[in-house]
């Protein structure tokens, strides 16, 4: 399989042959893996049992997918990632803030991925051939770990959609093997000497909905357009195209963090996950529960990095997909040194998620309304103008900015960060809002509010003329010959 040469240039219509199918395919291989596994961890660990843990983690999930999935529906019309997209409401050097949200979110993500699966990989060595459990396995893990997935993501989308069907399958079935394995140690009730982190029931809910349900389908704000650009519109109706984006991230999400859920309460892991995760499983699991760490999290990861590296890419447009994807990698991997040395997972994991939630989402409103207002017609030769190092266009606005739009996101971020409530920091206006966190809601609002108040309607781009799909061949065209 050839590498794959594209980076945020626009894809020709002849290269965009993926469909629905495929869409549900990449979103549920890729996630079947311990980087999301462990979100279903968080709310037993703040204290909550069974059934709270799983209304929270449903009900997060959902909201997020009704905000979230609209998106793919932008690189649908403009055919290239979403981050360069953006450039319609923020310019086409605006656009670089798409490109640092989410390059920070891959890069967050990326790192957990392999920080989670190499900890459980190290366990599982440990049981099974007596290899120490101490900062030098680790290291090496996570140094294997990230070069396969460097290869993976090097090698792009065709690649990382094969083994996302193959995931699909394997680790769906790894998963229901598991669910027998952990099944004599399992419980409703919150991981021993765990109390409600926030002090009492309603808040500590909230705060799992978000940091475990509604963090999973915002981390694809700025993903999902790296897959609906090989999607052709003029095959698929935006309809099925909304419709397989929502089923992928409902079950492709739900999935293995619900497993984490089960699996936590089973294992009794409250203020860690890996370590406890191993020590519960039966012997005869240890195996398919490696299989599970080293694959899923390539897969996982794999696909972060691909992200990270059309990111880097788009805000360094002298570099390749390819030396991109490398430098990236090269920055997860050191996240992931500094995670598992220095810092606890259970207070990591939610301030990463709370504060990247606060700051990518009035990009995300911003980026949706612009769709709405243009009816998703672009000029998608105008949003290249940055990476052919030029100038002009409809979408050059003022030096290739469109400051109003910019000035809309940076205070619907500012706004978030004020009223965020992390482990590790509490914004100023959680006095307001009763220590409850209104972080997503109040970045949204008021990125969205500030975006229509500043910017006008933005004149109607002239409609493409559109591209034939090729036609099938015709079956009196094909000659036997004896």
Same mark, same amino acid.
């Given at each position: 399989?050839?590498?794959e040469?594209?980076?945020?240039d ?8 993926s ?17 999301v596994?462990?979100?279903?961890w968080l709310?037993p660990?703040f204290?909550?049992?069974l059934w709270p843990s ?9 909201v997020?997918?009704?905000f ?11 055919a290239?990632?979403?981050s360069t997209s ?7 050097? @605006? ?6 949200v989410g390059?920070l979110l891959?890069l967050?993500y990326t790192a ?5 699966? @190499? ?8 049981r ?10 680790r ?17 792009g989308?065709r690649?990382?959609?094969r ?6 399958v394997?680790?769906?079935a ?5 669910v027998?394995?952990?099944a ?6 919150a991981?021993?000497d765990?109390?409600?982190l ?7 809910w909230?705060?799992a909905a ?5 963090s999973g ?9 790296d897959?609906?650009r090989y ?5 698929h109706?935006?309809?099925k195209?909304?419709a397989a984006?929502?089923l992928?991230l409902?079950v ?5 963090q619900?497993f ?8 009794r892991?409250?203020?860690?996950y ?13 195996l ?8 899923g999290s390539?897969?996982n ?6 992200s990270? @590296?059309?990111?880097?890419?788009a ?8 030396t991109?994807?490398v430098?990236a ?13 220095a810092?606890d997972?259970?207070?990591a ?14 990009w995300?409103v911003i980026?949706?309304? @612009?769709?709405?207002?243009?009816r ?8 290249q103008?940055?990476n052919?190092r ?5 979408y050059?606005?003022?030096a290739?900015w469109n ?7 940076a ?6 960060m004020?009223a ?18 209104c972080?997503?809601i109040?970045s949204?609002l008021?990125?969205g ?7 006008p309607?933005?004149?109607p781009v ?9 036609e099938?061949?015709p079956?009196?065209a ?5």
């Amino acid at each position: 399989m050839p590498i794959e040469q594209r980076g945020v240039d626009t894809i020709p219509e002849e290269e965009r042959t993926s469909g629905p199918r495929d869409l549900v395919s990449i979103l549920l291989g890729s996630n079947l893996c311990l980087g999301v596994i462990v979100f279903g961890w968080l709310p037993p660990s703040f204290g909550l049992g069974l059934w709270p843990s799983v209304t929270s983690i449903v009900v997060g999930t959902v909201v997020g997918i009704v905000f979230t999935a609209p998106l793919a529906l932008v690189s649908l019309r403009t055919a290239t990632n979403l981050s360069t997209s953006s450039g319609a409401q923020f310019g086409v050097r @605006g656009r670089l803030v798409g490109s640092v949200v989410g390059l920070l979110l891959s890069l967050g993500y990326t790192a957990l991925t392999l920080w989670i699966g @190499g900890d459980v990989m190290t366990g599982v060595m440990g049981r099974l051939i007596g290899l120490p459990d101490d900062q030098g396995v680790r290291a090496l893990t996570y140094g294997l770990l990230a070069v396969a997935t460097v290869v993976a993501a090097v090698f792009g989308y065709r690649l990382l959609l094969r083994m996302s069907r193959i995931l699909a399958v394997g680790m769906i079935a790894l998963l229901l093997v598991g669910v027998v394995a952990y099944a004599g140690d399992f419980t409703t009730a919150a991981p021993p000497d765990t109390e409600y982190l926030l002090g009492s029931f309603w808040p500590t809910w909230l705060l799992a909905a978000v940091a475990a349900g509604l963090s999973g389908p915002v981390a694809f704000i700025t993903l999902l357009g790296d897959y609906t650009r090989y999607v052709s519109p003029h095959r698929h109706r935006p309809k099925k195209v909304l419709a397989a984006t929502a089923l992928g991230l409902f079950v492709g999400l739900l999935t293995p963090q619900l497993f984490g859920t089960y699996t936590a309460l089973a294992a009794r892991a409250g203020l860690d996950y890996a370590g406890p995760l191993v020590a519960a499983s039966p012997v005869w699991y240890l195996l398919p529960l490696f299989l599970a760490a080293s694959a899923g999290s390539i897969g996982n990861a794999g696909l972060m990095l691909y992200s990270m @590296g059309l990111d880097l890419d788009a805000i360094v447009p002298r570099a390749t997909r390819t030396t991109a994807t490398v430098v990236a990698a090269l920055v997860a991997t050191a996240f992931v040194f500094v995670g598992s040395f220095a810092w606890d997972a259970q207070s990591a994991m939610t301030s990463f998620v709370l504060l990247l939630t606060a700051i990518g989402t009035p990009w995300a409103v911003i980026t949706l309304i @612009g769709y709405a207002r243009c009816r998703g017609v672009y000029d998608a030769d105008a949003l290249q103008v940055l990476n052919r190092r030029s100038r002009g266009g409809v979408y050059w606005y003022r030096a290739g900015w469109n400051l109003p739009a910019t000035a809309s996101w940076a205070l619907g971020a500012a706004v978030g960060m004020a009223a965020v409530s992390t482990p590790l920091y509490e914004g100023p206006l959680l006095a307001l809002t009763g220590g409850v966190d209104c972080s997503f809601i109040l970045s949204g609002l008021v990125g969205g509010a500030a975006y229509l108040a500043m910017t006008p309607r933005p004149a109607p781009v002239p409609v493409p003329a559109p591209v034939p799909a090729p036609e099938p061949r015709p079956a009196e065209a094909v000659v036997a010959v004896d």
